[in-house]
């Protein structure tokens, strides 16, 4: 089955600093990723997804991901952070064995001025 | 094309009576997918539905069912609550099942509140 895996509940950076949130996936065949957002009191909204196409992916806001099969990862990034970014961000992996979307536990990024 | 939509938004319930949710999907997407969101358990699937079908399940009691109508829509219902099934309901709704590139979209949520 697979199964993905976020580092850190709880991220904090300052406000202009590199965001980087960790995500591992386990799978036994090419994934397809996800990262998602979640503003307080909003639902998830997509920021970018892994379809193969690309390893390194551009999403919205200034975001990228990169896709390394050989560390199973696919960490969210971004180089320089915005007070608007504080929010909850998930990874999750589409499983072409039971239809279903993984979703990792979710990390909490805090932005420091 | 208009997003996800779910109603009521915010619900306050008591203990022991039941609950009904809605969610309509994106025109066009046949599966449609709930979500439990709690400060201590995180994002916990409930169940799929595809084409009127329950595909997927999760783990939770069967105090917890839903359904799917002909016209995508789909409803979520919650018997017995208890005050633990205080959380967010997420709805989100995608082209075909998962297990493919498809985006999944999400509501924002039903928040309900059982005293």
């Known amino acids: 089955a697979q199964s993905v895996t976020q580092l850190g509940s709880h991220v904090s950076v300052s406000e202009g600093a590199l965001v980087l949130l960790r995500c591992n996936y386990s799978?036994?065949?090419?994934?397809?990723l996800f990262w998602y957002v979640q503003y307080p009191n909003q639902g998830l909204q997509l920021l970018l997804k892994?379809?193969?196409?690309?390893?390194l992916v551009k999403g919205i806001n200034g975001f990228e991901a990169e896709f390394k099969k050989s560390e199973t990862s696919f960490h969210l990034t971004k180089p320089s952070a915005h007070m608007s970014d504080a929010a909850e961000y998930f990874c999750?992996?589409?499983?072409?064995?039971?239809?279903?979307?993984?979703f990792g536990t979710g990390t909490r990024l805090k932005v420091l001025a | 094309k208009a997003g996800v939509t779910q109603t009521p938004r915010y619900l306050i319930k008591t203990r022991g009576q039941q609950v009904t949710l809605s969610c309509s999907p994106i025109?066009?997407?046949?599966?449609v997918s709930w979500y439990q969101q709690t400060p201590g358990q995180g994002l916990q699937f409930l169940f799929e539905?595809?084409?009127?079908?329950?595909?997927n399940k999760g783990n939770f009691p069967g105090r917890f069912s839903g359904r799917q109508f002909s016209n995508s829509r789909s409803e979520m219902n919650v018997s017995t609550l208890e005050l633990g099934d205080s959380a967010l309901y997420l709805c989100?709704?995608?082209?075909?099942?998962?297990?493919?590139?498809?985006?999944?979209?999400f509501g924002p949520g039903t928040r309900l509140l059982v005293l």
């Open positions: 989100a709704s995608s082209l075909e099942a998962g297990g493919n590139q498809e985006t999944q979209y």
């Open positions: 799978s036994s065949v090419p994934p397809y």
């Open positions: 892994y379809t193969s196409a690309a390893t």
């Open positions: 999750a992996v589409s499983d072409p064995g039971t239809y279903k979307y993984i």
């Open positions: 025109s066009g997407h046949r599966s």
């Open positions: 539905y595809f084409s009127e079908t329950q595909r």
